[in-house]
């Protein structure tokens, strides 16, 4: 019998071992599966955030600079107008040259980024109105304002004229492209940021599963291992299970019912100690939220993203981080830029301690994707350290080339101290298993060994402060190095103000004391903050024993202080911001309002408090009786930026920009956050700019107009000159005089009547001209005139000396081409060719020109004018004669250009 009963005993050992082993390879596959999970989610959700980055960030990155050197060109243009130094004109015509190029260049590479028709037609549009807009700047504003004829450029250059509307249009459009680019970009980050969440979520949830199933499965070996034993072990497992309820009656009269009674005190204390466990899990919960609340304020007002992103330029020095890389780093965004990565990404091993090579030297170098190691801590410049994801990306140019990187990471201390718990449940669980296995040996070793595993300080004391009984977690919290120290040190000598002492005494007078909050002494004489509950519990022989629970809040006090302080330090920005700043709930009723707010509307800060926004803003574009007012300012990007009018106390209206955004929490609506800012001085400027270019366009056209009268005075003067001389060549020079100032006077005739004062109409200027030429001259009955002309438009300071090039080719046809009343045919073409050039041909089937003329050595005057103007209009000039003669003139018809 004995021997069965040995053999059977060996068996259940042998059991419970297989157990115990199951156990543990089923909660190691549980933690392997929960690190699997968050790995993957970790990588899905770099991926996508760098997808945003370069799909959006990095094309309104782009978009933001052609807009701001649009606005370089538009301003450089306007002082090219005002100055009369010809070195600053030059300046600002190269200025404005080296920015067009390289917004032609970005244009380029935006083209290549948009993958969508809509956003690629609106990119076209805006290319062509600036092209449109240089075209007619340097073609007839710049010669007009180089010859100080400052009307006609305003006149071009003023809201209504050509180049004003084409500047208009085209910095309409950019902004316009920017703003939706930028909406694109938020939008996606929300997702991004939801999916974070989601995840987030996900990867919580799993881990608790996890949890639950290790427990479970845990509980279920317990019930399974424990078997039949006397009621103290029954009582212990149901204890250890969850159960405080429980207590045991023995009425023995020996050491196991005084066991069982201090078995029933200890199960009293230690249901007590849970409910305070609680209460500090609720506040803890209740100073998160409070912290979530503020983060998700500065979230909506700040416009961040939830990881944080530093890039760098080709030489690895800081360009740009967002306010979460601020707030890990401990580096503000104006003191890195154009620091090495290295002084601000500062990273070291964890385990090792030294520090860790740069991801971006690598991807500078091999231009590929590098994540960091798994055990990388970030030091911020104070000297905190965050265990830290990232993953570090190079960004390229349109040809492949690098000019940078990307680094994006996060604090994944949650996810470690994830980890952590579940460690610690995993040693706990162990811990729980030896616990129940000694149970099945010795129950009152059991139950202290549960006491001592407890991370909370628990003693039983005197009420003079002796010391009788102290776990382990007790004497740790207050650093001394064994029971034995802590129990012989006089109870003085633990509190910082001695009078706690006497306090603590005096509660448990009236009743019981719970969750007492004290200053505390470690051993070594540091300070720390304590909470401490405490019941009064009758001996048998009469005495009063206090039974204490305890722990280290020290952590949970300076937390609450960071709290407060960053609340301080947000309110106090935002009050001395230079900006109205309101707060509004979702009626429009005034939360919130800063000081530059009460300065502008007059209001005390209790008046604007009891308003509502209606009451000091304009209703045409802000109204929050419409329902679906919210929605629009999360979606329509015509909210988004508008101007409205503020009224103060006393009635005035003062126009102000607004900029409206959606306050959320916990992923509701639950109001608007409101910038306004004053535009009073921007919009007197805009009228007296307006005021200042009507001036310009009527003194141009004035300008025009006498200078076209004064040419025909001087043409009438040539003429009644002519009568009184008798001389044929003295009056044929004084025709051909009058000609030429008539060909110039056309130009300033066709301005004067034209909307545009820079360019002329040259297909018309040329019908006039040659038809007058031809009707005053002696041939016309016997030449017959030819003309195929396209439409071709020449700034002034190439259409006048061009016309008077075309009056002598043309004259000398007439007078020499068909002698002895010869009939023939005149041809006159003019074709707009490629790269803004110009063809005119004159060509006659008359007599032709000598075989060894030579234009160059010619010395006549008309035949001298026709090559110093062909000079001038930096032109070509080829004369051939074959069936006649035919000129033919090519000429760039932009400003200063040469063939």
Request: glycine share 6%.
């Amino acid at each position: 019998m004995l021997c069965l009963f040995t053999e059977k005993k060996l068996l259940n050992q042998l059991n419970l071992r297989t157990k115990l082993i199951g156990s543990f390879v089923i909660i190691l596959l549980l933690m392997v599966f929960v690190g699997l999970v968050g790995v993957y989610t970790s990588r899905h959700i770099e991926n996508h955030l760098e997808d945003i980055v370069e799909q959006n960030v990095k094309s309104a990155n782009i978009l933001g600079v052609v807009a701001r050197r649009v606005g370089f060109i538009y301003s450089n243009s306007l002082l090219h107008l005002f100055t009369t130094s010809v070195e600053d004109m030059t300046r600002y015509e190269s200025e404005i040259s080296d920015w067009a190029g390289k917004i032609n260049t970005d244009l380029n590479t935006l083209e290549n980024m948009f993958k969508d028709q809509a956003t690629l037609d609106r990119l076209a549009e805006f290319r062509a109105d600036l092209d449109t807009y240089l075209r007619i700047w340097n073609e007839q504003v710049v010669p007009l304002s180089r010859a100080n004829r400052d009307e006609e450029s305003f006149a071009l250059a003023r809201k209504r004229g050509a180049a004003g509307m084409a500047a208009r249009e085209a910095m309409y459009k950019i902004n316009e492209l920017h703003d939706t680019i930028i909406i694109t970009a938020n939008e996606s980050l929300k997702l991004a940021e939801q999916d974070f969440r989601s995840s987030q979520y996900i990867l919580l949830t799993i881990t608790l599963l996890a949890i639950i199933l290790g427990l479970a499965f845990g509980i279920k070996q317990s019930l399974l291992i424990a078997g039949p034993v006397n009621a103290v072990s029954k009582a212990a497992q149901l204890v250890a299970a969850g159960d405080l309820d429980q207590r045991v009656t023995v009425k023995t009269g020996d050491e196991i019912e005084s066991m069982a009674d201090s078995f029933n005190t200890m199960t009293g204390n230690m249901k007590k100690m849970v409910e305070e466990l609680r209460h500090e899990i609720t506040e803890h919960k209740r100073v998160q939220e409070a912290l979530q609340e503020s983060e998700q304020w500065l979230s909506t007002t700040l416009r961040s993203i939830g990881d944080a992103v530093i890039a760098t330029d080709a030489k690895g020095l800081v360009t740009l981080m967002n306010p979460v890389a601020e707030d890990l780093t401990g580096w503000d965004k104006a003191e890195t830029t154009g620091k090495p990565l290295e002084d601000v990404f500062n990273i070291i091993n964890a385990q090792t301690g030294e520090r860790a090579d740069n991801p971006v030297t690598r991807v500078l170098r091999e231009g590929v994707v590098v994540g960091l190691a798994n055990d990388t801590l970030l030091i911020a410049k104070d000297g905190t350290k965050r265990p830290i994801a990232d993953s570090g990306a190079p960004m390229r140019d349109d040809e492949g080339n690098i000019i940078g990187a990307v680094i994006v990471f996060r604090d994944i201390t949650e996810l470690k101290q994830a980890e952590e718990k579940l460690r610690k449940h995993r040693d706990h669980l162990e811990e729980l298993v030896e616990e129940r296995t000694q149970a099945l040996r010795e129950s009152e070793k059991k139950i202290r060994n549960l006491m001592e595993s407890v991370p909370i300080g628990i003693s039983v004391s005197t009420p003079e402060g002796d010391v009788l009984e102290v776990n382990a977690a007790g004497w740790k919290i207050f650093g001394y190095d064994s029971k034995e120290e802590f129990v012989n040190t006089p109870s003085e000598a633990h509190y910082y103000n001695p009078k706690d002492r006497e306090r603590f005494v005096e509660l448990h007078k009236k009743s019981l004391v719970k969750g007492l909050e004290m200053q505390f002494k470690h051993k070594d004489g540091s300070v720390f903050w304590g909470s401490v509950t405490s019941t009064v519990r009758s001996t048998e022989d009469g005495t009063t024993e206090f039974i204490n629970t305890f722990q280290d809040i020290t952590k949970r006090k300076q937390a609450e202080e960071i709290l407060k302080e960053s609340e301080h330090k947000y309110r106090q920005l935002a009050e001395t911001a230079k900006d109205v700043i309101m707060v509004l709930d979702l009626k429009g009723n005034i939360k919130y309002i800063n000081q530059e707010g009460i300065n502008l509307s007059g209001y005390s800060k209790k008046e604007a408090l009891k308003m509502n926004v209606k009451d000091v803003l304009s209703e045409d574009k802000i109204s929050f009786s419409d329902e679906n007012f919210v929605k629009r300012i999360a979606g329509d990007k015509n909210l988004f930026m508008y101007e409205v009018d503020f009224f103060n106390n006393k009635g005035d209206k003062i126009p102000v920009e607004i900029k409206s955004s959606l306050i959320t929490k916990q992923g509701r609506p639950s109001g608007v956050l409101t910038i306004a800012w004053d535009i009073t001085e921007r919009k007197q400027a805009e009228k007296q700019l307006k005021k200042s270019l009507k001036e310009k366009e009527i003194l141009i056209k004035e300008i025009y107009h006498r200078v076209k009268n004064n040419l025909a005075v001087v043409s009438g003067l040539l003429n009644m000159q002519s009568t009184y001389i008798k001389d044929k060549e003295a009056i044929a020079a004084f025709q051909e005089t009058r000609d030429r100032i008539y060909s110039i006077s056309a130009v300033h005739s066709q301005l004067y009547n034209s909307e545009n004062y820079a360019a002329v109409d040259y297909k018309e200027y040329i019908k006039n001209l040659v038809t007058n030429i031809f009707y005053s001259s002696q041939i016309s009955g016997l030449v017959k005139l030819h003309l195929e002309l396209d439409d071709v438009t020449l700034p002034i300071d190439k259409a006048i000396p061009c016309g008077l090039l075309l009056n002598e080719i043309v004259t000398n046809a007439f007078k020499h081409a068909f002698p002895e009343n010869r009939k023939g045919n005149l041809q006159i073409i003019m074709s707009s060719l490629e790269d803004k050039n110009c063809e005119i041909i004159v060509k006659d089937d008359g007599i032709g020109i000598p075989e060894n003329f030579n234009l160059e050595k010619s010395k006549t005057y008309g035949l001298k004018l026709i090559n110093l103007m062909t000079k001038q209009i930096n032109g070509t000039l080829k004369i051939e004669s074959k069936n006649g003669t035919e000129f033919r003139i090519r000429f760039s018809t932009e400003p200063g250009q040469v063939i």
